[in-house]
């Protein structure tokens, strides 16, 4: 059997270790003025107070979304550390934390091949290919995304054009 299949296979079979209760434990040690996120996830934070206004340190590692003045969306952009700040109609803080955004802790496995740089795979309960940050597909996944957006836009604009 090849080295990288063992290697997955004691991944996969450590991740299927883990149990529901272990994982909860490691959520419910979080410091309360810390949120933790996975790339590409996102999470509810419910506020005590009603809110007007939030804003993120750096809206390239997440995004969050005031659905209503008492529930916020936050979104896991890219690996990394931020801030959220949520501030009421008068200016007054409501909800003050620093923010992590980082690999899933669960089913996810990492494939380090030399200079062929990294593969990920999802791992629920098969293992199937994904496109994540250190990826040397991302970059392209990127411009594909941006291409496909100025065409909207471009094919917005034309049909809104008075002839």
Do not use: W
Not at 101 to 130: F, K, M, S
């Amino acid at each position: 059997m090849s080295r990288i299949r063992i290697v997955l296979l004691t991944a996969v079979a450590a991740v299927a270790l883990m149990s529901p209760a272990a994982i909860a434990d490691e959520t419910a040690s979080s410091a309360p003025n810390h949120l933790r996120v996975d790339y590409d996830q996102s999470t509810v934070v419910r506020l005590d107070r009603a809110a007007k206004t939030v804003v993120v340190g750096n809206p390239l590692i997440a995004d969050a979304l005031l659905v209503n003045d008492k529930t916020i969306y936050v979104q896991g952009r890219m690996f990394g550390n931020t801030n959220i700040i949520v501030v009421d109609s008068a200016g007054s803080e409501v909800y003050n934390t620093n923010l992590t955004v980082g690999a899933p802790d669960l089913a996810q496995v990492t494939l380090y091949r030399g200079t062929q740089g990294q593969r990920n795979l999802a791992c629920a309960p098969r293992c199937e290919r994904t496109v994540t940050q250190g990826d040397a597909e991302m970059t392209q996944t990127y411009t594909n995304s941006d291409n496909k957006t100025d065409i909207s836009r471009k094919s917005a604009d034309l049909a809104t054009e008075k002839h």
